[in-house]
């Protein structure tokens, strides 16, 4: 990925290059869905950051786009689109969240903000793991109906990450050497609130725990989820509605997310969640 190209987008033609990557990256199928080529104009002309990666060839394989937003009376930016095709993938997504960090922190933000889907593994330990984001707000059916490939077939519920650049965890989190996050005996032995197995070619929730009470807890998640949706639509849809109810719940109850655990190799991740005091 070393012979990728960032840099800002800035004229029509880029931002049609984009809309471009929308459909391509995302699989949409309908306009509706997708950032158009007005916005892309006025949002950046009124301090939007969108950022284009460029092969060897000049090609644009991947963007982040960003809105100025407020959050508590401060101006935030609100990362809208993070996306990379999939011959592109493995690097350079978060090589474009720094990027961001980068542009947002020259600009005095002090806080980017983004949604995920909590089904998505990868992308949560991209977001927890690798960038030091936190959890404490979950958004049940954010988008409504989607028409992309990836999201279509149930509710578009998406977690809320809160990015706060500047401060010491997420610089520790940069810093630190992949796959070499040390983590307390104590985090080790934290209930796991939902039980799950593999049931045939996909894994299921057997049991659901909501009496946790403990400082920390797991949320457990399958891999696989956008082939599950494909494939086996009624567990999709199962999967989704228990980890709404247990994020909603603990949420509710005085926790937040904090990371996040990729176990690839036996199929399945785990949210850390912590109480907030």
């Known amino acids: 990925m070393t012979d990728i190209r960032l840099r800002d987008l800035k004229t029509i033609d880029e931002f049609r290059q984009v809309v471009d990557l929308e459909h391509a990256i995302w699989g949409y199928t309908d306009s509706a869905d997708v950032v158009t080529v007005p916005v892309f104009i006025f ?25 100025v937003g407020m959050k508590d009376g401060r101006p935030m930016l609100w990362s809208h689109m993070t996306g990379v095709l999939p011959d592109y993938r493995g690097g350079l997504g978060y090589r474009l969240k720094l990027e961001q960090r980068s542009r947002a922190l020259a600009l005095d933000y002090e806080l980017i903000e983004w949604t995920f889907d909590p089904m998505q593994a990868m992308n949560a330990h991209l977001n927890f793991a690798k960038l030091g984001g936190v959890v404490e707000e979950y958004a049940e059916n954010f988008y409504g109906e989607s028409t992309s490939a990836l999201h279509r077939g149930t509710p578009t519920d998406r977690l809320i990450v809160s990015w706060r650049i500047g401060e010491p965890h997420v610089t520790r989190r940069l810093e630190q050497t992949p796959g070499l996050t040390a983590r307390s005996h104590e985090v080790g032995e934290a209930p796991v609130a939902n039980v799950t197995s593999m049931d045939g070619d996909w894994r299921e929730v057997r ?9 920390r807890l797991w949320i457990e998640i399958p891999t696989g989820f956008t082939q599950m949706q494909q494939q086996a639509p009624e567990r999709a849809l199962q999967w989704r509605l ?14 937040r997310a904090v990371d ?15 109480r907030k005091d």
């Open 43 to 67: 949002t950046v002309k009124r301090g939007a950051t969108l950022i284009g990666a460029f092969d060897a060839d000049g090609r644009m394989v991947g963007f982040a786009y960003a809105v």
């Open 260 to 274: 996040f655990v990729l176990q690839r190799d036996a199929g399945f991740g785990r949210y850390l969640l912590a």
């Open 207 to 215: 049991t659901i725990d909501l009496t946790v009470t403990e400082r």
């Open 242 to 255: 228990h980890v709404r109810q247990l994020f909603q719940h603990y949420f509710a109850n005085g926790y």
